[in-house]
């Protein structure tokens, strides 16, 4: 499949002019363009920030591209007038517990009329899917919450689609091609902003917009002070376009760097980088300083192959090594390698636990109680421990009688009643990272 690098065309240029003396463009004006594209460089307006994003091929190629933070399709809201009903409303898809607990992931729509947000949430959940359907996603299923924000568009689906001239005014500006491709499906940052900080907590957010059209876009340089480090735009009614959200997550939660590279951009020269999935170093030099992804070199990955040093990554053609020859982090479609996935559970437990129970740690209880916990990651082990010493017998009981402990002693001294949770997992082998696998948490029990 070929690469859509076209810039902007005349037609879209007199769509855009349209827009903007119609007034619907939120703000100064849209930085759109870049100077070098000519007509538009009349406007003579401050640019707004401008973001690297990544835009996605169809055959899964991945390159980079430059979008301005804000847009100009953004529907007109009206201030100081009672709120379009449904909008900014939150339902829980998943639910797998606290906030505090779990992995926050918050989806919102675009381009979704107030008839539409049934559909929209029938979107949503089938993307949720798709990206889960992908290891280590898939095993680690019980970290995630998923919450749906509604954002209520005037009008139904988003400008560029299935055309240039097609311009749809919606609540988060959702638009085609941005940077002047088609594919690269572009949003307003601060509306995201405002929609995503409605649900409970967010780590991570996926703007899921209503159409068909194959596109998305990876933001992974936005920090938002509602906590998330990464937006991913997805086409809603597009299967293809939920390797975006697996691509982009590998990058605000396994904190992973890009793998393909780019012809032309040279040698890198600069210092090891800090990401675990590209190296300057050789595949010898990585197992003498048993660093980076040395534990895993000449090991099967899911990816296919064999991880070792494979050169080019990190957009360098040479001078920077990948582990494999095509994971997920170069080309959609592909699973993670073997260093990505250790990468991306490490992630995981950043933001969830592998422990929780609905009796707050802490809590006073008696023989009387029961006492129940959840380990949302299949196989995880538990141990228990009363005042520091290990009760094998009750190695994997998640559910407790607490008369079964046979306390003795005075009420008033209560004992320390200890779980400890560990996920035992292979695919994380760095003892560092292993660290953030184990969990506990203590109660007083008295007789
Ligand atoms: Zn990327």
Known sequence: MHRTTARTTTRTTTALLAAVLAGTALGAAPAWGRPADGPQSVHQVEPRPVHQVEVFAEDGGISRAQAPAGSPYLADRPQGVAPVRGDGEVTALVHNGEPAAKLDVVVVGDGYTAQEQEKFRADATAKWRELTAVEPYAAYRGLFNVWAVSAVSPESGVTGDPDQATVRHTALGSYFWCDGVERLLCVDEKAVE????RAPQADLVLVVANTTKYGGAGYNDVKSPVGYEGIATVS????????????????SLGKL??????????????????????????????RQQGTKWARWLGQASPDGGTVGTYEGGGYYPTGLYRPTENSIMRSLGREFNLPGREAMIAGFYRHA???????????????????????????????????????????????????????????????????????????VADPALRAKLTASLSWLVAR
Request: no cysteine.
């Open 353 to 427: 636990t592998p422990l929780t129970s609905p009796t707050p740690a802490g809590s006073r209880l008696t023989a009387a109680d029961r006492l129940t916990v959840d380990l949302p990651v299949s196989g995880t082990r538990l141990r228990w421990y009363l005042d520091g010493r290990e009760l094998p017998r009750l190695a994997d009981r998640t559910s407790l009688d607490l008369a079964e402990l046979k306390l003795t002693g005075p009420r008033s001294r209560p004992h320390a009643l200890t779980a400890v949770a560990t996920d035992p997992t292979p695919a």
């Open 257 to 286: 760097a890009d793998e393909y590279a780019y012809e032309g951009q040279g040698t890198y020269q600069g210092d090891e980088p800090a990401e675990a999935n590209i190296s300057t170093l050789t595949a010898e030099r990585m």
């Open 194 to 197: 405002s929609y995503a900080a």
């Open 236 to 251: 809603g009614g597009n299967a293809r376009s939920g390797q975006i959200a697996v691509h982009e997550i590998g990058h």
